[in-house]
Each structure stands twice: as C-alpha cells, then as structure tokens.
C-alpha cells in the first residue's frame, strides 16, 4: 500500500465535563475535508459521560486517541497531548466548540502557500440560541517581530451581528503550529491567560505566521449559570 505522504496533524482536544458539546465538537473535526489527522482527546477526569462519549467515538474512528487523566486543568491536559503527539503540526480544539468543515485544508494550504510556521484564523462567538457573533480578522501575513503591535493596537468596530477587529485575541484553538515549534514549549498551571502565554513564547523567536482572514473556527459561548 502507498504510503500517505500528506503532512500529519494532530489536534488536541481537552475535555471535562461537556457531554452535551462533546458529539459536535468531535463530529467536526473528523468529518474535515483534510482526513490525514491524529485526533488525542485527552479527558481531564469528567465526572458526567464524556468519557463514554470519548470511548465511543475511539472505536469507530482509528485516528481517535483517548487519555485519561486526573484533573489538571486545561493546560496539563494539552501537555498530555502534545506529549504523545506525533503530527507535522498542531491543533487545538476545545470540546464545547466546533470547527467548519474546511478549517485544516485550509489553514494548511496557507502554510504550505506562505512557506509560513503557524497559521491562524478568524473566529465566531456561538449561543445557545443560535445567534453568531462574528469575529472578522483582516490581519496581513506577519512575523514575530511585527506581531505584537496587533495585541496591543487593536481598533474594535461593532455593529448589530459582528465585531470587526484587527488585533489578536490569543487563543491558541484558531492557531496550526509546525510541531517542531512546540517541542520545548508546555502551558503554565494558569487558570487564566495560558493560552496568551503559550502564545506569547511560542513566537518570541523568528516565526513567519499567515492568516486565514476567515471565521473558521466556532467558539461557543455556554450561559450563565
């Protein structure tokens, strides 16, 4: 048999307690349109069925890995992924969200076009009442060194279904990283903020980055409790 010769992505996905996204989000990601994907749903100790939902989903699917581990928090289940990972690049997906259909062909492509290290996208804000908010991206092709400006100088247009915006918010699931980038870098023990940090030290070195100036990532938006 032919050996698959197109780029392996692993997309991390840490779950606790989101049995009633759970079937979305995993639908998502292994219905794309680009299939060569190692998909490592690590479960952060649920306590409702999304362990069941997880296993479930691993015996159909043969690119689907489950860990179990002891609560950690998000940061220490994405380092059990990026631990055992063996892709070309790295996703993450959270496991209240979903993505479109497209979102790694596509992001992919752009790395691939741009001879670029990461790539990141827009997104949209979802609820439960079916409203989305888009969040409208029309960033350049950056580097490390001019990116930052875009985190600090953000002008913010808001109309009646979309906020327009072309700073960074810094959210690592709307980011396909190189492997080779996240080697040596893990997530702090942060309730808040990880995501930026990672984010942070992830381009503090020479890093050529593309934008996908599309929302293809769905970021839901679960109520008040």
């Known amino acids: 048999m032919e050996k698959n010769l197109k780029p392996l992505i692993s997309i991390l996905v840490p779950v606790h307690n989101t049995q009633k996204y759970l079937e979305a989000c995993l639908t998502s990601i292994k219905n794309q349109t680009y299939n060569n994907l190692e998909i490592i749903c690590i479960d952060d100790c649920s306590t409702d069925s999304s362990y069941e939902i997880l296993k479930e989903y691993e015996r159909k ?4 890995k489950v860990i179990h581990k002891a609560n950690a928090g998000v940061g220490e289940a994405r380092n059990s992924g990026l631990d055992v990972a063996t892709g070309d690049y790295i996703g993450f997906v ?3 969200d979903f993505i479109d259909e497209n979102f790694y062909e596509k992001m992919l492509n752009s790395i691939i076009e741009n001879n670029a290290d990461l790539c990141m996208c827009g997104y949209k804000y979802i609820y439960d009442n079916g409203e ?6 029309n960033l350049p092709n950056v580097n490390s060194k001019t990116i930052f400006k875009y985190f600090f100088e953000t002008n913010i247009v ?3 279904n979309a906020i327009v915006s072309d700073g960074i918010a810094g959210f690592v699931v709307r980011l396909l990283v190189k492997s080779s980038l996240v080697k040596n870098i893990r997530f ?3 309730v808040i903020a990880e995501d930026l940090l990672f984010l942070l030290t992830l381009i503090k070195d020479d890093v050529k ?5 599309e929302n293809l990532y769905n970021y839901y938006i679960r109520p008040r409790i």
């Open 188 to 190: 702090k023990k942060f």
């Open 61 to 64: 699917d043969n690119r689907i």
């Open 94 to 96: 959270d496991s209240d």
């Open 158 to 160: 808001k109309s009646k």
């Open 209 to 213: 980055i593309c934008v996908v100036n």
């Open 132 to 137: 989305k908010i888009y969040i409208e991206k």
